[in-house]
């Protein structure tokens, strides 16, 4: 599995982040193209070129701007910008949502609505190029996960078009306050802003996580420089990791994988309403999910709940869980299991179209199940017994198909 690890422990802006992207792969003609595509290839020009800070290489942006001054923009001028450009429908809306993360911090500081919001320096050409082309490196690079480490607080002040502001600025207090991104207080000399709005708002879009991996297997390294002399190293590196060195070499060994384990025990609810909470809990991307009887205090008789869930579904599980059961409390933590590598096939059969579930084993068995939905629904249309139409269908779908063809 691979996914994108972004260090940035120094600090993060856009245009650091999509330094390191380009350095960890990502073609330099997409960020040239998103000129193009954003129609403003007449006034402005990108370029990066390798570099150095305090001694660690990398690749560094500038950006030079050659007709005329900037202006303020509001919210639905630059999302008119970007939905009138050529930039295809994923960077479009991952950009537009980073500037309403912006927005949405803007407004609250100023106490004003998102759309009476004019961005300064966060409307500028060169922020509006820097998400653009941050959310076009992630689209080419389509990780499975992305995770960040917390990014440093900074302190001192710094000038902005408001005058003096503290460090760091209330547009970044506010969106790590609204995502929960915890800031980290660091010893540092340098008095100034190094987590910007815009880099620390690209984060609230794109991050899966704001941690380290428990596994961290490194394929390849990106290093984007800040723009600024700062008396330390001042840069921002991409970690391209593989989550799965654990896992399987080839298909006949099991999958190793990380899930998340789920409970919680209800004393006050019916057994209609834990029908319906199991219910909605595999509906909302629950892997298995089992019920039994507990003894709780004052011996009154409960349920304990467990569901075993994806890390990528587990904060819609729990939302589930306190939106929709008694229980105002929920244990969590993560385990892991081996699966067999397994499909899952449909295919046209004399009973009608039928799914059924494909593993294998270590020693080459091919283990084949058949959907029991279908099964039910087929004896309920036919009258026939269920280990009938399963003796049936397996014969049938022997002879037919090549059960192991998705080793191949």
């Given at each position: 599995?691979?996914?994108?690890?972004?260090?940035?422990?120094?600090?993060?802006?856009?245009?650091m982040?999509?330094?390191?992207l380009?350095?960890?792969g990502?073609?330099?003609?997409?960020?040239?193209?998103?000129?193009?595509?954003l129609?403003?290839?007449?006034?402005?020009?990108?370029?990066f070129?390798?570099?150095?800070?305090?001694?660690?290489?990398?690749?560094?942006?500038?950006?030079?701007?050659i007709?005329?001054?900037?202006?303020?923009?509001?919210?639905?001028d630059?999302?008119?910008?970007i939905?009138d450009s050529?930039?295809?429908?994923?960077?479009?809306?991952?950009s537009?949502k980073?500037?309403?993360?912006?927005?949405e911090?803007?407004a609250?500081?100023?106490g004003k609505?998102i759309?009476?919001?004019?961005?300064?320096?966060?409307?500028?050409?060169?922020?509006?190029i820097d998400?653009?082309?941050?959310?076009?490196?992630?689209?080419?690079?389509?990780?499975?996960?992305?995770?960040?480490?917390?990014?440093?607080?900074?302190?001192?002040?710094?000038?902005?078009?408001?005058?003096?502001l503290?460090?760091?600025?209330?547009?970044?207090?506010?969106?790590?306050?609204?995502?929960?991104?915890?800031?980290?207080?660091?010893e540092?000399?340098?008095?100034?802003?190094?987590?910007?709005?815009?880099?620390?708002?690209?984060?609230?879009?794109?991050?899966?996580?704001?941690?380290?991996?428990?596994?961290?297997?490194?394929?390849?390294?990106?290093?984007?420089?800040?723009?600024?002399?700062i008396?330390?190293?001042n840069?921002?590196?991409?970690?391209?990791?593989d989550?799965?060195?654990?896992?399987i070499?080839n298909?006949y060994?099991?999958?190793?994988?990380?899930?998340?384990s789920?409970?919680?025990?209800i004393?006050?609810?019916?057994?209609?309403?834990i029908?319906?909470?199991?219910?909605?809990?595999r509906?909302?991307?629950?892997?298995d999910?089992?019920?039994?009887?507990?003894d709780?205090?004052?011996?009154?008789?409960?349920?304990c709940?467990?569901?075993?869930v994806?890390p990528?579904?587990q904060?819609?599980?729990?939302?589930?869980?306190?939106n929709y059961?008694?229980?105002?409390?929920l244990?969590?933590?993560?385990?892991n299991?081996?699966?067999?590598?397994?499909?899952?096939v449909?295919?046209k059969t004399?009973?009608?179209?039928v799914?059924?579930?494909?593993?294998?084993?270590?020693?080459?068995?091919?283990?084949t199940?058949?959907?029991?939905?279908?099964?039910?629904?087929?004896s309920l249309?036919?009258?026939?017994s269920?280990?009938?139409?399963?003796?049936?269908?397996?014969?049938?779908?022997?002879?037919s198909y090549?059960l192991?063809?998705?080793?191949h």
């Open positions: 599995m691979k996914s994108i690890f972004v260090d940035c422990t120094l600090g993060i802006s856009g245009d982040l999509a330094s390191a380009l350095d960890l990502v073609p330099l003609s997409i960020f040239l193209n998103n000129l193009d595509n129609k403003l290839e007449k006034n402005y020009r990108i370029n070129k390798n570099g150095n800070s305090e001694g660690i290489k990398g690749i560094i942006c500038t950006k030079k701007e007709q005329f001054k900037e202006f303020t923009r509001s919210f639905n630059i999302k008119t910008l939905l050529n930039l295809n429908n994923y960077v479009k809306e991952k537009i980073v500037f309403e993360i912006l927005a911090s803007e609250i500081v100023h609505k759309s009476d919001i004019h961005f300064h320096e966060l409307g500028s050409t060169g922020s509006i998400i653009v082309n941050v959310c076009s490196a992630i689209d080419f690079l389509k990780p499975e996960k992305i995770y960040f480490s917390n990014p440093p607080s900074g302190k001192g002040v710094v000038s902005t078009s408001h005058g003096l503290p460090v760091p600025v209330p547009t970044v207090l506010e969106i790590a306050k609204l995502n929960k991104i915890k800031l980290m207080l660091v540092d000399n340098y008095m100034g802003e190094i987590t910007t709005p815009t880099g620390i708002a690209l984060m609230a879009n794109f991050s899966d996580e704001n941690c380290q991996p428990d596994n961290i297997n490194i394929k390849k390294i990106g290093i984007g420089l800040g723009s600024k002399n008396g330390r190293p840069f921002l590196r991409v970690l391209l990791i989550e799965n060195d654990k896992e070499v298909n060994k099991p999958i190793y994988e990380e899930i998340i789920q409970e919680a025990w004393d006050d609810s019916t057994p209609e309403d029908a319906i909470l199991i219910e909605r809990l509906s909302a991307g629950a892997i999910v089992i019920s039994y009887s507990v709780m205090k004052k011996n009154r008789k409960g349920i709940i467990k569901t075993i994806h990528k579904n904060v819609l599980l729990r939302e589930v869980w306190f059961s008694s229980t105002i409390g244990r969590e933590k993560k385990t299991r081996w699966v067999l590598p397994r499909i899952l449909t295919h004399t009973l009608g179209e799914s059924f579930k494909q593993a294998i084993r270590p020693n080459g068995q091919i283990l199940k058949i959907e029991h939905k279908d099964l039910t629904r087929i249309n036919t009258g026939m269920i280990e009938e139409i399963r003796r049936k269908l397996i014969n049938e779908l022997s002879e090549e192991d063809d998705f080793l």
